[in-house]
């Protein structure tokens, strides 16, 4: 099958790849002829783990190839994914400029029957905008399909050919038939393609994400009990979490959720159940808990300090919203750093990939380490804020001789309270003693 995928983001780039992956013809479409370049010529442009491989395969077999013209991208093709960028304006909303336009442009140039797929995350009532944007300009038969995308930074691969379940709006027999035969190599196991109509599947993606955030802000405000009243929020999250009506995911406590996802989902579910006329109270105390998590740390930084940062400096461990991931959308670390450099500290930061995107968004604010054990060096107290896997069993010894305190302020609970404090450290974490 030939496909075109519009947008060459996280989203695009995964989707076009497992696509090419299970023998479809896939191109990928941007208007960044920088990126089209790097990515024509193997230059994978996002880090996920597993994709660069699937990438370079399907690249050199020529089944994944990258262009900035629509029009040469869309031709012959029978499916058209848009995966474009759906930022939040001012107010929450969702901008759907970019998708908008794309469909006036797609009308203009189109050719016979195309199944014109919302892949990006879109506010109810999106596909039949993108129908009548492209129906404007061209009278022949197409299907607007909604399909949003469930794929978690850092296994997403494996999110998209081994899916929970896939979702497909579309109250068309003959969209519904292209995109059964589309997804039928990824749910041969048995797992589901569930049909409904296009908004049901659009407010399924924002009511996911929206739920699984408040999970964690739900956890989180446990875990501000648990700081209180002398409870251990580990033990209280084993103790709900085996109740498999609630389940074990997400109920980590830490210093609040980020990334494009989540923050984004929670705030267009908000308004667009304002211009419903609903108050959607809980998810309002969702958004509201979370900023105020992502600066927990820093009043127990500032209380071990006496109050005062002033000329300190610190250890910064994690920079990426999420560990396997490069993004730092919201990423509870900037929340940090902000947050220190206004009382007059010094930070030096250390993460696995995030540390050039965080340089292009504050420049020299902090100083960037070669390594998480360079970042100690003359640091006051280490701050953690991300949970990379190579964090999580470090060389405590050596963070003790090169910290000037032993003071480790752990924003993802990373270490055991018993034995870091056996160490001699002075430890903090979330809803543990």
């Not at 304006?89 to 469909?103: I, M, N």
């Not at 978690?152 to 998209?160: H, L, Q, S």
């Not at 404090?421 to 903090?428: R, T, V």
Request: proline share 4%; glycine share 8%.
């Amino acid at each position: 099958m030939k496909i075109a995928v519009v947008g060459t983001g996280y989203v695009g780039l995964v989707t076009g790849t497992c696509f090419a992956e299970t023998g479809n013809k896939v191109s990928c479409i941007d208007i960044d002829k920088n990126k089209i370049d790097k990515l024509s010529n193997g230059e994978i442009t996002i880090y996920e783990p597993g994709l660069e491989k699937l990438f370079l395969r399907n690249l050199k077999e020529g089944r994944l190839q990258f262009t900035t013209s629509l029009a040469e991208g869309i031709e012959d093709a029978a499916i058209i994914f848009l995966a474009l960028p759906t930022p939040p304006g001012e107010d929450g909303a969702a901008d759907l400029r970019y998708v908008l336009g794309v469909s006036a442009e797609l009308g203009k140039i189109m050719t016979g029957y195309k199944v014109i797929v919302d892949k990006s995350t879109v506010p109810v009532g999106t596909a039949q905008k993108v129908y009548t944007a492209i129906a404007a300009n061209y009278k022949g038969a197409f299907d607007v399909v909604s399909n949003p995308e469930f794929l978690r930074e850092g296994v997403a691969v494996d999110d998209f050919m081994k899916p929970d379940r896939v979702v497909v709006g579309t109250n068309s027999e003959r969209a519904r038939k292209v995109m059964s035969d589309l997804y039928a190599p990824f749910v041969r196991q048995g797992n589901p393609v569930i049909f409904m109509d296009e908004r049901s599947a659009e407010l399924t993606k924002y009511a996911a994400n929206s739920f699984l955030a408040t999970k964690i802000s739900f956890m989180n405000e446990i875990a501000q009990l648990c700081e209180r009243m002398g409870a251990d929020v580990d033990m209280v999250r084993r103790g709900i979490g085996s109740d498999e009506r609630i389940g074990k995911r997400f109920l980590f406590p830490g210093i609040g959720y980020g990334g494009s996802c989540f923050p984004k989902d929670v705030q267009a579910l908000i308004r667009s159940s304002e211009e419903t006329g609903y108050d959607f109270m809980i998810l309002k105390a969702v958004e509201r808990v979370n900023e105020m998590q992502k600066q927990h740390l820093v009043p127990k930084i500032k209380a071990y300090f006496k109050g005062d940062l002033k000329g300190k400096h610190f250890a910064l461990w994690g920079l990426a919203f999420k560990p396997n991931t490069d993004d730092i959308r919201e990423a509870p670390a900037l929340n940090l750093i902000e947050a220190l450099t206004a009382e007059g500290a010094t930070i030096a930061a250390f993460d696995p990939e995030a540390m050039p995107n965080v340089k292009k968004s504050i420049g020299d604010k902090i100083t960037y380490a070669a390594g998480q054990y360079d970042a100690l060096t003359n640091a006051d107290a280490l701050v953690i804020a991300t949970e990379w896997s190579e964090f999580r069993t470090p060389d405590f010894e050596m963070i003790g001789e090169r910290l000037k305190h032993k003071a480790i302020f752990d924003g993802r609970n990373l270490f055991d309270v018993k034995y870091i404090n056996a160490l001699g450290y002075h430890y903090e974490s979330i809803g543990r003693s």
